[in-house]
Structures are given as C-alpha cells and as structure tokens.
C-alpha cells in the first residue's frame, strides 16, 4: 500500500516562492516515479515536474522549467517541489503522485494510483 500526503501550499504574491512537500510512505518504492501535478479552475489536471527513484532523471513541464526544482530524499520518504518566481497561472491545487510509470509518460496523470488529497496553491497580484 502507498500512501502519499503533501503539505506546503499557501497564497504567495507574483514573484515569490513556495517549496511544497509531499511524504510517500510504502514498503517496496524502488521502482516508483514521484511526480507532482496540478489543476487549475476550469482546467485538466497538467504535469508539473517528475523526478524517478534515484533522482538521476527529472522532468520538468515547459512552463515550469528554470522556476521550479523537483527532489527528493529516499531516506526521509519526502518529495519537494521548490517554486520561485511564481506567476499567477501556476494557482491551482496542486497535487503528489506515485507509480511505476515509464518515463516517458511522466506527464500522462492516467498512468499513476496513488494519489495525494492536494493542496492549493494561489499566487496574487
């Protein structure tokens, strides 16, 4: 069974940063992508970033690249997602996943099962 829970949302203004967690909690995770989403209102839910168990391979949505840093820390089962210069159409809730999913269909939400509650994200003028 995985379990996986994120914290670290919150309002921010334009420009600013917000690091999110997200603890994943399994036995058996050495296969295991983690990646985060989001959704905005009215929106699909959209890749953000994923990073693959040992952190050697991460990916990154074209809109969130040189902004946004995944990592994360096997030992402490904790995945990061660090935010600057935070515009206003990256509001949404945004959301942590994990699965055994081939990297080449990081971005493809259909594809993960387990599934964090969310936490928002609204970034204000």
């Not at 917000?18 to 989001?38: E, H, K, M, Q, T």
């Not at 391979?57 to 030992?75: E, L, P």
């Amino acid at each position: 069974q995985v379990h996986v829970a994120e914290t670290g949302g919150g309002l921010v203004q334009i420009g600013g940063s917000l690091n999110l967690s997200c603890i994943a909690s399994a036995s058996g995770l050495d296969d295991y992508v983690l990646g985060w989403f989001r959704q905005a209102p009215g929106k699909e839910r959209e890749g953000v970033a994923c990073i693959s168990w040992s952190g050697k391979y991460t990916y990154y949505a074209g809109g969130v690249k040189g902004r946004f840093t995944i990592s994360r820390d096997n030992a402490d089962h904790t995945l990061y997602l660090q935010m600057n210069n935070l515009r206003p159409e990256d509001t949404g809730v945004y959301y942590c996943a994990a699965e055994e999913v081939n990297l080449g269909r990081w971005d493809d939400d259909g594809e993960y099962y387990h599934w964090g509650q969310g936490t928002q994200v609204t970034v204000s003028s």
